[in-house]
């Protein structure tokens, strides 16, 4: 069974830094994109960044300068570091993943919350 675990959340002041990650495991043949999204309360989930196996990194525009999406393929690890977080970038944290076992599955994580204070 394919998981995404995610750790990393917590409580910084504005302007701090944090940086997410998140781990798959379980059996499968390969992951495809990796990504992150947020979900703000009484807001939709949104991207933030996507880093594809190849090809272009994607980044939502308030976060363009200020966020960095990596990937460890050899760990199967996704990271999301933050830097000059602002009150507006409060929501849980979802990463996720397109993951390659006998069919192209997307897998989510079960979330980060990430807090900001002004």
């Known amino acids: 069974q394919v998981q995404l675990v995610e750790s990393g959340g917590g409580l910084v002041h504005a302007g701090g830094s944090l940086r997410l990650s998140c781990a798959a495991s379980?059996?499968?043949?390969?992951?495809?994109?990796m990504g992150w999204y947020r979900q703000a309360p009484g807001k939709q989930r949104e991207l933030v960044a996507l880093?594809?196996?190849?090809?272009?990194?994607n980044y939502v525009d308030s976060v363009k300068g200020r966020f960095t999406i990596s990937r460890d393929n050899a760990k199967n690890t996704v990271y999301l570091q933050m830097n000059s977080l602002k009150p507006e970038d409060a929501a849980i944290y979802y990463c996720?993943?397109?993951?390659?076992?006998?069919?192209?599955?997307?897998?989510w994580g079960q979330g980060t919350q990430v807090t900001v204070s002004s």
């Open positions: 379980g059996s499968f043949v390969s992951i495809k994109s």
């Open positions: 880093i594809p196996s190849a090809g272009n990194i």
């Open positions: 996720n993943a397109v993951i390659v076992t006998t069919y192209n599955g997307l897998y």
